[in-house]
């Protein structure tokens, strides 16, 4: 075999420990079965306190709301719903996620409606005195309906913009079009009926959420939306705060080196002039035309130099095209808040997701790993993430340890029910019962996707805890941030 094409995951303590455990985590799949989500909440609070340390970094003011689509779970909400109220809120984007939320101790007015909503969305989140972050001025028409057919309170709104474009002559649209949001050519619209709603809402901010990691095009975004506030301003509305939305990303490849090793190879393969590195030479978008590569890669950035608390920093730090100065310092001076909606960011180091080996069979030149787990249960590959797997052996590793290149296949009948569809390289050949550990699922990958396909089980969750030397651990539905009388948990 060649060099073994490794992409090791980052992982920091907690969970760096956690994985140490390997009889503690074999323990928990034979009682829970494979596949298992284990989530620590505990690095959820850290996280947010991390992203609130950038803002006193900055001497800014606001809120980090934990966009709730990133995991289903009760813990990390719950755990989030003991930290600071003015500090620390989430956002969610559908009824039932404004349930799950209330439901976890997380009152009304640290909540931030976001996506598309329905009536009975809208009605919750005013009854309960969350934000909403208007969507389009029919939703926000549908809205102030409500409001006074029901005798609800004013209910504070963000005005949410998409399709930023650059100032000046130009008109180049230079962020990604959005099917959600107000556009340029259309605020005015909808700042008219903010003035004619007054009744029934109260406009205190803008906001924006891109889906991308280029940071110029947030900053740029971030500058038009200061920009925006003083027009607001100048029609005699106060709005206050800006919400930048989320997006700030995870490294989940620790070395630059690997990362690097590996895309360059991925462009060789499909060239031919090495063998393959995927399942029958998938390309991942790339492909071979006349000898030269074509295409862009569908892969998140696996390894980051900056991502989460440091981007938003970075964000906040680099200077805006048109006034040429930070956006912290543009905050500041106008006395804006800023409010962030981490999900993926939120969710680093927060939990992994383990599958039992089922089967190795030899296939020519390198083996297939069946595992207790579909391509629905795990799903870094979906998302365009590699990152390897960390073998936890059942028992004494074997005498003897040769890296390998293997296939990781999943449990459902069915040719493309692949967990990886590149060769996942590995210090040595997994054994039947061993553990894989998928580390850093917690943010989109572990619970996103999961459905009842073939009636194979879905992954139960687990919440643990650090408790002196060893580990806490609770099903994720009877975890609460509190401990009885007497020291035991709730
Ligand atoms: C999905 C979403 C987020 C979270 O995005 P991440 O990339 O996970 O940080 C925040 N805000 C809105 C409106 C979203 O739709």
Redesign the pocket.
């Known amino acids: 075999m060649d060099v073994p094409l490794y992409l090791r995951p980052r992982v920091e303590p907690p969970l760096a420990q956690l994985l140490e455990d390997t009889p503690f985590l074999h323990s928990l799949v034979d009682a829970l079965g494979s596949p298992l989500n284990v989530l620590l909440p505990d690095t959820a609070a850290a996280n947010a306190a991390r992203f609130r340390a950038v803002y006193r970094r900055h001497h800014l003011a606001g809120r980090v709301y934990f ?1 709730l ?2 995991n289903r779970s009760a813990a990390l909400p719950r755990r989030l719903a003991v930290e600071d109220p003015a500090a620390v809120g989430v ?1 969610v ?1 559908s009824t039932g996620e404004l349930r799950h939320a209330l439901g976890c101790g997380l009152t009304g007015d640290r909540i931030m409606a ?2 598309p909503k329905d009536p009975e969305f809208l009605w919750l989140a005013a009854r309960v005195g969350a934000t909403v ?1 208007l969507d389009s001025a029919g939703e926000l028409d549908q809205l102030a309906a409500l409001v006074r057919k029901y005798g609800l309170p004013r209910v504070q709104v963000l005005a949410r913009l998409s399709g930023f474009e650059a100032g000046g002559a130009g008109t180049r649209v230079l962020s990604r079009r959005s099917r ?1 949001g107000t556009p340029p050519h259309d605020t005015d619209a909808l700042l008219t009926a903010v003035q004619r709603h007054a009744d029934a809402v109260e406009l205190t901010g803008v906001a924006y ?1 891109l ?1 991308t990691t280029g940071l110029e095009e947030k900053v740029r975004a971030l500058e038009q939306c200061v920009l925006f506030l003083d027009e607001c301003r100048a029609r005699g509305l106060a709005p206050r705060a800006v919400d930048i ?5 995870v490294g989940y490849v620790a070395d630059a080196g690997e990362w690097e090793r590996w895309t360059t190879a991925l462009s060789e393969a499909v060239l031919g002039v090495r063998p393959p590195l995927t399942w029958r030479g998938h390309g991942y978008g790339l492909r071979n035309e006349g000898g030269t590569v074509r295409g862009t890669a569908a892969l998140y950035p696996g390894h980051r130099p900056t991502a989460g608390p440091g981007y938003l920093d970075e964000l906040l730090s680099t200077p805006a095209p048109v006034l040429g100065r930070a956006p912290a310092t543009l905050l500041l001076e106008h006395l804006h808040d800023l409010h962030v ?6 969710a680093d180091q927060c939990g992994l997701t383990l599958a039992r080996v089922l089967e190795v069979r030899p296939t020519g030149d390198t083996h297939l790993v069946r595992l207790g787990m579909n391509a629905g249960d795990m799903t870094l590959e979906e998302h365009g993430v590699l990152v390897d797997p960390v073998p936890l052996p059942r028992g004494d590793p074997a005498p003897e340890e040769r890296p390998v290149g293997v296939h990781l296949v999943g449990n459902l009948c069915l040719e493309a029910d692949l967990i990886t569809r590149r060769t996942v390289f590995l210090p040595r050949l997994p054994r039947v019962g061993d553990l894989l550990a998928f580390v850093n699922t917690a ?2 990958t572990m619970d996103f996707h999961a459905h009842h396909a073939q009636r194979q089980p879905l992954a139960r969750t687990v919440a643990v805890e650090r408790e002196e030397e060893s580990w806490r651990w609770r099903l994720d539905e009877d975890y609460w941030p509190i401990t009885h009388p007497g020291g035991t948990p709730a």
Do not use: V
């Open positions: 966009a689509k990133a956002d984007a976001t996506g972050n959600f959420h889906d939305g989320g997006g700030f990303g909606e981490p999900g993926r960011s939120l943010g989109y």
